[in-house]
């Protein structure tokens, strides 16, 4: 989607923070609009924004230019092995590179369930139930996409912040 030229001065903040004005803005107005990416706003809805959603977006983009806060703080969330996580300062925001490493164990650990007998004795399957310790856990990425993407795995995730366990709980 092309953006109306009345946001070219957004795009052109955009450029001296990031690679990618075009996506950053499309995913600010997404959060500003409240839009999924499946109904993404018609060009003349984003003329159309209101007086508080004109606020808020420039105060995102101020936040993102000026401050150079991370995009992930802004919108409060990130996606991460089809989940969305909740990161806010001072969780750290989960790199792709572990994203990567979990979608490989996930697929790894289902592939090897797979292979696996079906009929075994319910002793035997308890036995073998995946468990997860994930200790300094940050946004609890690592627990909680491994307790999403492999079937019967139990993981825990521990931190020592008290911001941060309210955070990972959300």
Known sequence: MRFP?????YLQRLRSVTDNPEQELRWLLQHVTGSSTSAWPAAQQ???????????LRTFLDDRVIARKPLQYILGTVPFCGLDLVVRPPVLIPRPETEELCSWLVDSVRSCLAREPSAQPAADAAN???????????????????????????????????????LCRS
């Open 46 to 56: 984003l003329l159309d924004l209101t007086p508080t959603q004109q606020q808020q």
């Open 128 to 166: 073998r139930q995946i468990r997860v310790l994930d200790l300094c856990s940050g946004s609890g990425n690592i627990a909680l996409s491994l307790a999403y993407g492999i079937p019967g795995c139990v993981a825990i995730g521990r931190v020592a912040s008290q911001l941060i366990a309210c």
């Open 5 to 9: 030229p009345a946001f070219a001065t």
